[in-house]
């Protein structure tokens, strides 16, 4: 364990050598903090808000000779749990409830490829250390990554001084409002899990998978060549990094979702061919920390989606070039 | 902490702004040198950000502490300043689609003299000196307060004194170390 | 200087003051050029003791500042333009099993954060020609819902939102946060 954890150090330490302009002792605590979070049990409650929204969620996380185990569980709102056995995912809804085909509910998978993501972002990222403080009654370093355009929201992420787990992350706009916040209410570090921890209590249907089977490449991949659409405006380093068609609308039409990312930022662009006349998203709309653009371009129906500012929605959603034929 | 003052600043009593600029200025400054090195520029760009940030209270929701919403406004206006300094006729040519993003990496690093950095340590080193020198309750009042980030309440409960107690306690530990420090910073009153 | 004047500056370096106090203190504060100094003095102390970084030389840009600012109205009271300063209670991060949990939830709508926006669509920004931004935003107010009339586009947007969580979120957890959460509005 300690060797793999040595090892993949020092691939961070390659990963993240060539940015020069952010504060070495910066980078270092987010280095330490990509990896903590792999390698450390930790037990505790954490809550996301957003405008009004609330949610709680209890994480347990092991890790040890076989592996990473991750148990999370939603305190409020619709009963969800989801356990994670390495690249195994079970979702467990409450009987009675339709099972979601949602194969990643856990996203792009934090932190197995958060070192990843942060050597793309750092680019257009300032990484500089901010101030002292306390969260969940832990003394914190804040981490700040201000971005280097208005294009995108920056972040100022506490880490735990003594064992270097990420315990709060706040999305920032560029007048350091507070758009989205996720934080540790409590947390317990560095004890032992034991097994029954780990166990699912919820009775209800579940649903398993591995999660490479719906792999998600943090890093830039080529357009399909057969999609119709272009993008002709991004902001800086902002790259394709998923495109499929997978999706069903409710009257029948496929749905392509382009994704784009920084690393850090990202933003969905979905184009839904009109089946039929219903009402559609026109100009600007705001949720939380997410912003969204809607436009109708050659029959189809296309949305702009992220946790991004306003005017990147919408340069991006004007942008949009239809290749296909006629 | 400042929300008080802030919500005096809202409803317009700009001598609230300026304890918010007194009480902040020093470290403001201080990250602002750390982007544009010249002290005469840096309190120009400061300035630019407290005006910024006068301007901007209306939005301020106190999602955040007061100080982290400043301290985001100094640092985009020191990029915007470095962005806008860049723009002038440079002395090697810039493509003008790279001028936002010119940043010299040694701009960017803190910006600490060996001077100022002695004189830190040597300040620490003194403050900690008067701390120990207290009696033990005006030093723990003060290091709770400090160190541990509790409030006068949070404080009082601790001790199990009045929140008066603990205010006097605090300033009587201030008023020590002040006089310690400018027996070192030469300043008199 | 009376030792009171000093005991007042110590307590608004800790942000304690409020009321009459605090009035008084800002009356000090304007007119004795002592009472300034000593306040940065304090201030100066307490960022050394918190290991900020701090420059060491004497600064005043309050006069600047001031004079920069002179042709500016001073602010109204005005709901429409001030935001409202969301207090959250001392005890709102504490730990919590569930059912304290939604007491929190509780408790933020005694402070008045449930209060529900009125629904306005953005303005639409200022397309700027480069990544300076010299004018600020309007920004809708945020809330639990899209600023959409429609209930269709609302529910189409949310489920857009999930997806994109799914597949493009800044990290495993948060995303399922943020999912999970948007299951909750429907």
Sequence with gaps: MKKVFQFVLACSALVLSFNTAAEPQAMQTLERMGVVAKQLNYD????????????????????????????????NGVAREVIRTNDMVTCIYPE?????????????????????????????????????G?????????????????????????????????????????????????????VEMGQDIPEQSLKPEMQGNAMSWNRNEYGLSAVKVTQDQSSIWQVTWLPKGFNLVTQQNRFKARNGASIEQQVYSDGL??????FEKIRARHSHLHGGSKMGAANAFGTIMNAHF??????????????????????GAE | MDLELVQRVQAGDKKAFDVLIMKYQQRIVHVITGFVHDPVEALDVAQEAFIKAYRAIPNFRGDSAF???????????????????ARRPPAVDVDAMDATNFYDAAEL?????????????????????????????????????????????????????PIGTVRSRIFRARDAIDKQIQEIMGEGE | MTVNQNELLSALVDGELQGKELDDVLQLLNTNEQARRQLQRYQHTSDLLHDHSVSHHHIDLTDRVSAALDDDAAFTTSSNNTAQIIAFPKHFWKQAVSLAVAASIGALAVVGVMTQPENQLIQPPQMASVEVETTPMVVAKTGKRWTVEEQEIEERLNSYLVDHNEYAGASGVFSYARVVSYDMGQ
């Design chain 1, 44 to 75: 505790g409650i954490f809550s996301y808000q957003a405008g009004n929204k609330l949610q709680s969620i209890r994480i347990i996380h092991r890790a040890d000779e076989q592996g990473e185990v991750e148990r999370l569980i939603s305190l």
């Design chain 1, 96 to 132: 009675g409830k339709p099972v979601q085909e949602n194969h990643r509910p856990l996203g792009r998978g934090f932190p197995t490829d958060f070192l990843r993501r942060l050597s793309s972002a750092e680019a257009y990222y300032q990484f500089s250390l901010g101030q002292k």
């Design chain 1, 134 to 186: 306390r969260v969940a009654s832990h003394h914190t370093q804040e981490i700040v990554a201000t971005p280097i355009d208005n294009y995108r929201y920056g972040y100022s992420l506490w880490v735990d001084k003594d064992n270097d787990l990420l315990l709060q992350s706040d999305l920032l706009d560029s007048m350091g409002n507070v758009l989205e916040t996720f934080s540790f209410s409590s």
């Design chain 1, 265 to 270: 930022s990202s933003v969905s662009i979905f």
């Design chain 1, 302 to 323: 296309i949305t702009v989606v992220g946790e991004v500012p306003a005017r990147t929605v919408e340069k991006m959603g004007n942008s949009i070039r239809f290749n």
């Design chain 2, 67 to 85: 100080y982290t919403w400043l301290y985001r406004i100094a640092i985009n206006t020191s990029k915007n300043h470095l962005t806008s300094r």
């Design chain 2, 109 to 161: 690093k803190e910006f600490e003299t060996p001077e100022s950095s002695l004189m830190t340590d040597e300040l620490q080193k003194t403050i900690h000196q008067a701390i120990e020198g207290l009696p033990e309750d005006t030093a723990t009042a003060i290091k709770l307060r400090e160190l541990e980030g509790m409030s006068y309440e949070e404080i009082a409960q601790a001790m199990e004194c």
